[in-house]
């Protein structure tokens, strides 16, 4: 649809699509405010700083750059997949998150509002790559070249929905992202959770498999909410069925605080 333009009669596929465009919109707009408080994300900075943990990967379902700005914020170096600026421009560079050097991963399994789509002039869909201007303006970038490229669509990459996330999470960058996902749960034996609902099929089915996992070592998950019976009421079928035999193994332990309430020291006597 260009821009301005009247249509006598629009057809079922042009709604749908002017629907979900407005909805992107609209979640772009209200994640893409710079945060006013990070101290939520305290425990974050102070488990990296513990002596006892070698590693943290951290994987977020929200869009919005809270957890970036807190590191940075920090001063903790973490790597995202995401290369180094190349004419003011992060590409999306998957060996780089095999970076040994950084004991921080972060991976956004939904997308980010500052993460486009970028194709340069002559080039396909196929061609374009997804990056991150640095300075926050995605329309006004170029190409390794240095020649004008556009963002495709002038949308940010948002994974939205319900149903569709499980077609998603097989496909394109999503399907990366999973992947990582679900290789960084098999090499891990504690996962806490924060601010998820268990809403998502697709993430409760994983997390399902790796705490009944086969291995010999027991996978323990630490949620941190402060009415756990009211999350269990709410919780997908993968998550719910197992409610309350992985409480009774202690396979599944709560922090009864909010987020903000919680320190790392208070999730580690949760598993002690």
């Known amino acids: 649809m260009q821009c301005n333009e009247i249509r006598r009669e629009w057809r079922l596929i042009d709604i749908a699509s002017e629907a979900t465009n407005y909805i992107y919109d609209i979640v772009k707009h209200f994640l893409a405010k ?14 990296f700083h513990d002596p006892e943990i070698s590693s943290l990967d951290l994987f977020t379902l929200n869009h919005d750059i809270v957890i970036e700005r807190y590191l940075e914020g920090c001063g903790i170096e973490y790597t995202d997949r995401f290369g180094a ?130 291995d010999q070592k027991q996978k ?15 919780a997908g079928t993968d998550i719910f069925m197992n409610w309350d035999c992985w409480l009774q193994s202690k396979r599944l332990v709560f922090v009864q605080r909010w987020i903000e309430e919680t320190s790392w020291q208070d999730i580690k006597a949760a598993i002690q």
């Open 85 to 214: 600026p190349d004419n003011g421009v992060r590409y999306w560079t998957p060996k780089v998150f095999e970076d040994s050097s950084r004991n921080m991963r972060l991976l956004k399994l939904h997308g980010s509002v500052n993460w486009f789509l970028f194709q340069s002039h002559g080039q396909t869909w196929r061609n374009a790559r997804v990056g991150i201007a640095v300075d926050g303006r995605p329309w006004d970038t170029k190409d390794r070249n240095g020649q004008p490229q556009r963002a495709v669509g002038e949308r940010p990459m948002l994974l939205v929905g319900t149903l569709n996330k499980m077609l998603a999470y097989t496909s394109g960058i999503h399907a990366l992202l999973f992947f990582e996902f679900s290789r960084a749960l098999r090499e891990t034996e504690l996962l806490i959770v924060s601010g998820y609902s268990f809403g998502d099929k697709g993430i409760n089915r994983q997390l399902a498999e790796w705490v009944d996992s086969a």
């Open 34 to 47: 710079e945060p006013a408080d990070l101290d939520h994300l305290g425990w974050v900075g102070e488990a």
């Open 220 to 234: 323990v998950m630490v949620v941190i909410h402060s009415e756990p019976k009211d999350l269990k009421k709410g």
